[in-house]
């Protein structure tokens, strides 16, 4: 079992858009009993809130379901837990590393680290703009999986 962990600011915007990105390619192959994926926020902001309306609807769109779904905050157990522990941007990762106290065993990565163009993922709660976050998770998402799957 690979067990994923997105992270962003609110865990409402981007962290969830690749945790229900992720859950539905491996369903489509098949292979959810072979991952545990989940989401958080570094920040207490939205904790016991649903996804956001724009990635929701974005995500009812392409035929993904958030339902079920609620923001809640990382925390240091997250990193025994977790085998991948995942941000979307700079100042996610520093968080992280705050939450957890270090990265000893190289857990925490930047989701668009896996790709050939390493950058940081916009936050929508700012931009406003889903789609182009939802190209970015889309890109990050199939670079990791590939990553997990050549394991
Ligand atoms: P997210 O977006 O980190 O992609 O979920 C945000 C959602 C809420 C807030 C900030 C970012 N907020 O400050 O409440």
Redesign the pocket.
């Known amino acids: 079992m690979i067990k994923v962990l997105f992270v962003?600011?609110?865990?409402?915007?981007?962290?969830p858009m690749a945790e229900f990105v992720l859950k539905d390619m491996v369903d489509k192959l098949h292979r959810s009993a072979q991952f545990y994926i989940a989401s958080a926020a570094t920040?207490t902001?939205?904790i016991g809130n649903p996804v956001?309306y724009g990635t929701r609807e974005l995500l009812r769109r392409k035929g993904i379901s958030t339902a079920g779904k609620y923001a809640r905050q990382m925390t240091r157990q997250d990193y025994k837990e977790y085998d991948y522990l995942i941000g979307?941007d700079q100042w996610n990762i520093r968080n992280m590393v705050r939450i957890t106290g270090g990265d000893p065993e190289g857990k925490i990565f930047k989701l668009l680290d896996f790709t050939d163009h390493t950058r940081d993922i916009a936050?929508?709660?700012y931009t406003g703009d889903f789609e182009t976050t939802y190209a970015d998770i889309l890109e990050g998402c199939q670079a990791l999986l590939e990553k997990l799957l050549a394991k």
């Open positions: 962003c600011l609110g865990n409402i915007c981007r962290s920040s902001e939205e956001h979307m936050d929508p709660w």
